[in-house]
Nanobody, 128 residues
Framework: QVQLVESGGGLMQPGGSLRLSCTAS?????????IGWWRQAPGKEREGVSC????????YYADSVKGRFTISRDLAKKTVYLQMNNLKPDDTAVYYC????????????????????WGQGTQVTVSS
């Protein structure tokens, strides 16, 4: 059974930093899936924030987080990270980790939320 477990959310002041972690367990390795982070704020649609294709390489970033967020992965730990710097109130949302199989680019991975594997989500609140 595949499981994704997120951690690292919390309350942070504007301009601060948080690092989210998503650890995978089950039948797949991180280099066999395309994986990334989505977020959903109250009253808004879920959006793909940052994704990385199974082959690695440079990640995809939504325009709203480009230059502030960095996605990375540790294959040995089966963990994907999202380093979030210079946080803004608009970053407040529930952040989800999700994984998809297939041959996809990082951008294509984030373009759809039709992924079979999802974590339970972690709340990020940016407020003074």
């Amino acid at each position: 059974q595949v499981q994704l477990v997120e951690s690292g959310g919390g309350l942070m002041q504007p301009g601060g930093s948080l690092r989210l972690s998503c650890t995978a367990s089950g039948l797949f390795t991180l280099n066999s899936v395309n994986i990334g982070w989505w977020r959903q704020a109250p009253g808004k649609e879920r959006e793909g924030v940052s994704c990385i294709a199974r082959g690695g390489g440079s990640g995809y970033y939504a325009d709203s987080v480009k230059g502030r967020f960095t996605i990375s992965r540790d294959l040995a730990k089966k963990t994907v990270y999202l380093q979030m710097n210079n946080l803004k109130p608009d970053d407040t949302a529930v952040y989800y980790c999700a994984a998809r199989t297939g041959i996809l680019s990082s951008r294509a991975t984030c373009a759809s939320d039709e992924a079979p594997y999802w974590g339970q989500g972690t709340q990020v609140t940016v407020s003074s």
